[in-house]
């Protein structure tokens, strides 16, 4: 059986060196952090202000619907964080 010839590979070149992009850390979202945080302390004010005052304030006319309207702020801070990078 003849013999096969060897093949000569050509010499390793590394790809071109790509330049490092820099990463921007700002991402033009600075009112989601306060706003977030406004919205949960919102409504945990709310809700321990209307067991404080045992149902009178904040709207004395929800009766215990201010409890609801407490969670619905804290979920508004939920929904808000989700949009924070």
Do not use: C
């Amino acid at each position: 059986m003849p013999k096969s010839r060897i093949r000569k590979k050509d010499d390793f070149t590394p790809p071109p060196a790509k330049q490092q992009q820099s990463i921007k850390l700002n991402s033009g979202r600075r009112w989601v952090a306060p706003l977030m945080l406004a919205m949960f302390l919102i409504g945990l004010a709310w809700i321990v202000i209307f067991y404080v005052t045992s149902g009178d304030m904040p709207v004395e006319s929800l009766h215990n619907w201010n409890i609801v309207v407490g969670f619905g702020f804290i979920a508004a801070g939920f929904v808000v964080s989700t949009q924070w990078k």
